[in-house]
Structure formats: C-alpha cells, structure tokens
C-alpha cells in the first residue's frame, strides 16, 4: 500500500530565510510525487510534480523540491521565503498502475516578517 | 474557462437528511474525484470517476454514492446524513492518472447537526 508522511504539522520561518517542507513516501514501483498548497478556505492549487528524470523539480512561486530515491524522500524548499508563502501545504504520491492519489495529512507553514 | 465548480458552498443538515453535491468541470478532463478534509485527516478519497461511465470506491465511501452523469458533471450523494459526515467535500479533475496533476474547486463546507 501506498503512503505518504509529512513528519511535521508546523513549520515556522523568518522572513527571508529558506524554508523546508518535509515528506516521505512509501510506494510500490517508481513513485509520481506532487506538492500542492492550500490557502485559507480555498481549494488545493498544484505547485509542481516528480515524474521521472532530474531529480530537482522546480514548480510556481519560486518553490521547488528535491526527490531523493535512496531516503524516499520529496522535501519542498524555497530559498527565501515571503509571508504570503503562509498556508497549508500537501505532499502527495501515486505509484503505478491506476491507483488513487493518496495525501499526507499536510504541514502548515507561517512565514513570520 | 471556470475550472472546477461545486455547489453549494455551504450547508447545514439534519441527521438523516439527504443531499446531492454538484460538481463541474471545463477542462475536458477524463478523471473526477471526491475528497473530504477534516482537521488533522489530510485529504481523504471518497470515490473516484477515472473515465466517464466508471466509479470506484476509495478510501472513506461508507455512507455516499456517486453518480458521473457525463464527462464535464461528477456528484456526491448522502443518502441519510450523519454527524460523522461533518466536512469540507472537495472535487477535483484530471486529464487522467499517472502523472496528471488534478485541479480543484473551492470545496463545501457540510455541517450535519
């Protein structure tokens, strides 16, 4: 079965300062790995995906994240972060065949000026 | 180009009262999803449409039922609602599976009382 963790409900970061999300995933096969954020009483908005290929994807709004196949890992990062980067953010991953996408329980994340 | 819309927004039942959620989308997209979002819980699959004239259970169906009325429409039904059904439903499109990303609506938020 497959799953995803995102070890931490909440990241808190200055202004300025690199952010990280982190997520791990279990999957059976090569994995397809999003991230997507939710901003308060909003719908999930896509930021980027892993498919397959460089293992450094860079998506919208200047973030991007890093798949690690050895440590089954998709951290999301973000060089400098802004206050309006505050919101919800999911890691999610479908292995192959036709199975469902399956989220993690989603990290909030407050970018303090 | 409206993406995916869902209605209502809001709404308030009585235990054992039942409703139909819409959804829509403009996009030509082959797969339709259901999700609901609780505190804590992540995102959640109720049912899925992976193409038009298919549904499938996912992970919390117990208590709904889905009708894919065409390509563009995909509802939720509760047939006699429960307080455990307290929620916000998000649907969702995609082109397909695999490495489709999947596109949101706003979401409605159900209170069973």
């Known amino acids: 079965a497959q799953s995803v963790a995102q070890p931490e409900d909440q990241v808190n970061v200055a202004e300025g300062n690199p952010l990280t999300v982190k997520c791990t995933y279990s999957v059976s096969g090569n994995p397809y790995l999003f991230w997507y954020v939710q901003y308060p009483n909003r719908g999930l908005q896509f930021l980027l995906k892993y498919i397959t290929g460089d293992n450094l994807v860079k998506g919208s709004y200047g973030f991007e994240a890093e798949f690690n196949k050895s440590q089954t890992s998709f951290h999301l990062k973000k060089p400098s972060a802004l206050v309006s980067d505050s919101a919800l953010y999911f890691c999610a991953v479908r292995g192959s065949g036709n199975t469902p996408l399956v989220f993690g329980k989603g990290t909030r994340l407050s970018v303090i000026a | ?113």
Not at chain 2, 67 to 83: D, Q
């Open chain 2, 1 to 113: 180009n409206a993406g995916v819309t869902q209605t209502p927004k809001f709404q308030v039942l009585k235990t054992g009262q039942s409703m139909t959620l819409q959804c829509a989308q403009d996009m030509n997209h082959n797969s339709m999803y259901w999700y609901r979002q609780d505190p804590g819980m992540g995102l959640r699959l109720i049912y899925y449409s992976a193409s038009e004239g298919t549904t499938d259970k996912g992970e919390v169906p117990n208590g709904y039922n889905v009708s894919r009325l065409n390509k563009r429409e995909f509802s939720l039904r509760l047939e006699s609602a429960a307080p455990s059904q307290t929620s916000v439903y998000f649907c969702a499109s995609s082109r397909g599976q695999g490495a489709s990303e999947q596109f949101f609506g706003p979401g409605t938020r159900l209170t069973v009382l």
